[in-house]
């Protein structure tokens, strides 16, 4: 990982797979792996955003208030924009940049984990995956590829070489044959953003497309607030009592409410005798 602060060193590195492990931190330099929208914490093994912390991390940029308020956290966090891994003994594994990241509806995709398993078919040279406009999913993932000469390649033989290995919300749902790949002016690298760059080839250009994927869609649709079928989804429905017996109703009366009788004093002997003969 190359950033202005230098937080990693690469020499002692004890990684399980120390030939995909890109270092630790340097002394006096805290790392963190976090996820780039709530920047809560991330488990080691998941990927996240590398932010790091220490004496060689710039308070600010150089007469740019509005990439120092983006990349310098107010505690002195440095967000780096590399999206890694970390495992137990705090070695940082890469995987790509947050800003190539494809943010779709049924999930992010990281082009670079997907470009990996690309690779490996025995008829792509070189390989690049961008997100392209789409009407559902927000962005369909658009395999670049350019094969060795002479081979033909669908996309649907694609998919179906990646999906031992690669979730299917992640599968390419487009494929675009290129004759070479945009490079910088310097010859290196691919170039995926800005004029002439791949996601720009790419929307402008005629690709193969992958049937529908009717679990993605559905999904969603649901995300949307929409059924695929035209109506809408998670709308309650009103449940009405199934006709049966009426209840049986206790017609004995119930003690508590009853009042209790009022005691009658008897009047005494010489009243009574009065009552009696006005009666």
């Not at 137990?88 to 943010?103: E, H, M, P, S, V």
């Not at 995956?129 to 559902?136: A, E, F, Q, R, S």
């Not at 004759?179 to 690709?207: F, K, N, T, V, W």
């Not at 429905?237 to 004093?265: A, I």
């Amino acid at each position: 990982v190359e950033t202005g602060p230098g937080p990693l060193h690469a020499y002692e590195t004890r990684a399980p797979k120390r030939h995909q492990a890109i270092g630790q931190p340097v002394p006096d330099t805290v790392i963190e792996v976090v996820d780039p929208d709530s920047l809560i914490e991330k488990a080691p093994g998941q990927t996240g955003e590398l932010i790091v912390r220490g004496w060689n991390v710039p308070k600010a940029y150089w007469k740019d208030e509005d990439a120092s308020h983006a990349q310098i956290l107010e505690n002195g966090w440095f967000r780096t924009g590399d999206l890694v891994t970390i495992d137990a003994q705090r070695n940082l594994y890469y995987k790509g940049r947050l800003k190539d990241q494809i943010k779709r509806k049924t999930g992010k995709v990281i082009p670079s984990v997907v470009e990996r398993f690309i690779l490996r078919h025995p008829k792509v040279t070189e390989c690049a995956v961008v997100g392209t406009p789409h009407t559902l999913l927000g962005f369909a993932v658009c395999a670049c590829c350019v094969l060795v000469k002479g081979e033909e390649l669908g996309v649907e033989e694609l998919r179906d070489f990646l999906k031992p290995d690669v979730p299917t919300d992640q599968l390419p749902d487009e494929l675009l044959i290129l004759d070479a790949m945009p490079h910088l002016p310097d010859g290196e690298g691919i170039r995926r953003h800005g004029d002439g760059g791949l996601i720009e080839l790419a929307a402008q250009s005629h690709r193969q497309h992958a049937r529908p994927d009717k679990s993605a869609w559905k999904d969603a649709s649901k995300r949307r607030g929409r059924n695929p079928s035209g109506g809408e989804v998670g709308r309650q429905r009103t449940e009405y009592p199934k006709p049966g017996k009426p209840p049986t109703v206790d017609s004995t009366p119930d003690t508590q409410d009853l009042k209790p009788e009022p005691e009658v004093t008897p009047l005494p002997d010489s009243l009574a005798s009065d009552v009696g003969g006005l009666a």
